[in-house]
């Protein structure tokens, strides 16, 4: 069955350092992948995609996702983290491309002052 | 330009009434995608519709549950006899044409059964 793994529920970093939240998929192919971010009450953003090409991908508010296609990870990067970074990030694949995705669970994101 | 707009934002019903669900897909977009979001879990694709069109709906319940995106107008989600386990975040994405195109999120609707 094709899934997204989001290995860590919580991911806490102090401000200043760089934060990572990790990705792993399970989707045969070459899918499309995804970040989200999701705010309290609020609908997701999209914060970057990888389709093809290189594989450091940069997008909004300074994050950026490195794809590795033998790990089948999709790692979720910022250099220095952000107090209102905080948030509930979705790793998500679309196998077909397209609006029809496959999440992960979620990692709440906690960047103390 | 107005991004996806959903409403209503809040939705109170009891058990055994009528959910409607709309949403008003981003200009330019004629894709749109249901989601749900049900409490400790993440998001799961419902429906995927484009006008008057349903491409897939592999993730929508059997029963009780219906979707459609009328030539004019927005796109609804209809929930019939509601129960309690049907109280989730329900999220409308809209996108372009285009397998490499991302596709961009409403605000959700939160639906609480009583």
């Known amino acids: 069955a094709q899934s997204v793994a989001q290995p860590e529920d919580q991911v806490n970093v102090a401000e200043g350092n760089p934060l990572t939240v990790k990705c792993t998929y399970s989707v045969s192919g070459n899918p499309y992948l995804f970040w989200y971010v999701q705010y309290p009450n609020r609908g997701l953003q999209f914060l970057l995609k990888y389709i093809t090409g290189d594989n450091l991908v940069k997008g909004s508010y300074g994050f950026e996702a490195e794809f590795n296609k033998s790990q089948t990870s999709f790692h979720l990067k910022k250099p220095s983290a952000l107090v209102s970074d905080s948030a509930l990030y979705f790793c998500a694949v679309s196998p077909l491309g397209g609006g029809k995705l496959i999440f992960g669970q979620g990692t709440e994101l906690s960047v103390k002052p | 330009n107005a991004g996806v707009m959903q409403n209503p934002r809040h939705l109170v019903r009891r058990r055994g009434q009528e959910a409607r669900l709309r949403c008003s897909p981003m200009k330019g977009h004629s894709h749109v995608y249901w989601y749900r979001q049900l409490p400790e879990e993440g998001l799961k694709f419902m429906v995927y519709?484009?006008?008057?069109?349903?491409?897939?709906e592999s993730g929508m319940p059997k029963e009780r549950f219906s979707a459609e995106f009328p030539k004019e107008g927005p796109s609804i989600l209809r929930i019939q006899q509601v129960v309690r386990g049907d109280s989730a975040a329900y999220f409308c994405a809209s996108s372009r044409q285009g397998r490499e195109t991302e596709a961009f999120f409403g605000q959700g609707t939160r639906l609480t059964v009583v």
């Open positions: 519709l484009q006008k008057e069109n349903i491409i897939d």
